[in-house]
């Protein structure tokens, strides 16, 4: 298991590699390990491998894996739909960043508790880009006013950059389009410390890195 482990990260580097180095050889590519349907015993395999970043959806099970894993350095990234009830539970698990803040109501909950507890939260906002009914997030066309607005009004979340989940189809073109809308917003935001552009997931990150990421979520490619 370690050694297919191994392997399908080798493999991934290479593929994130060949991508970036097509468009761009001066920008890093992070790579966080999508865990949410893996057991803790794999994600500490991966972490032996080189792996330090990884992303959980679900604040229960992020807290189950991350206390059980307590002992490595790993990075935790949130990147699920938060509800409001589960505000407190995430801010005690300390999460290196939170990448899926998909509203302004859900940004003043979270500056509340943060101020209190006198807390920051690194924070990306997560763009609906292809306006799906079922995704959560914020529309392109408000983006960047929230950015800005939410960068004023809640000093404990550190927004550095955004999120997406590319269009949910097979046509190329329609998640083509949908990741250089969210480069774009991402670019008009980068004199605004906006630094890190999260998109890409298995079976669409090369694309997406080609469209300008520079994180990609990645969990069946590694954990298959
Ligand atoms: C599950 C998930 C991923 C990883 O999906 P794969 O297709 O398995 O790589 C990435 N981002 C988010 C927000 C997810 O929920």
Known sequence: ??????QNLINVIERIEKARIAVDRHRIVRIVAV??????EEIAMLYACGQRAFGENKVQDFKEKSQFLESLPL????????QSNKINML???????????????LAEQLQKRLHKENKNLRTLLQVNSAKEASKSGFMPEITYEMYLKIQESCPNLKLCGLM?????????????KSFELTHKIFESLQNKGAEVLSMG???????????????VRLGSVLFK
């Open 91 to 105: 801010l005690s698990l300390n999460p290196f960043m939170l990448q899926s803040l998909h509203s302004l109501e």
């Open 164 to 176: 997406s989940i590319g269009a949910h189809t097979n046509d190329k073109t329609e998640i083509q």
């Open 201 to 215: 997931m298995s079976d669409d990150f090369e694309l997406a890195i080609a469209c300008g990421s520079n994180c």
């Open 35 to 40: 865990s949410k349907y893996s057991t803790q």
């Open 75 to 82: 990075e935790w990234h949130f990147i699920g739909s938060l």
């Open 1 to 6: 298991m370690q050694t297919r482990l191994n």
